[in-house]
């Protein structure tokens, strides 16, 4: 569960993840496929401790 970058919670299911990305304005963008994605106000590695993933 993420707060996305409008203030609203959002779900992101770990095992659909796909890439994590960062832009600016310390703004991480989560993709699990297709148009299935999610903008978050956290570090990349703060986004992939949360998923319970390890980064690579």
Same mark, same amino acid.
């Given at each position: 569960?993420?707060?996305? !970058?409008?203030?609203?919670? !959002?779900? *992101?299911?770990?095992?659909? *993840?796909?890439? !994590?990305?960062?832009? #600016?304005? %310390? *703004?991480? !963008?989560?993709?699990?496929? %297709?148009?299935?994605?999610? $903008? *978050?106000?956290? @570090? #990349? @590695?703060? $986004?992939? @401790? $949360?998923?319970?993933?390890? @980064?690579?």
């Amino acid at each position: 569960m993420f707060e996305d !970058v409008d203030g609203l919670e !959002v779900f *992101v299911n770990p095992e659909r *993840v796909i890439w !994590v990305r960062e832009y #600016p304005n %310390q *703004v991480t !963008v989560i993709s699990c496929g %297709q148009d299935d994605r999610f $903008a *978050v106000r956290l @570090a #990349p @590695a703060h $986004a992939v @401790a $949360a998923l319970g993933k390890t @980064a690579r």
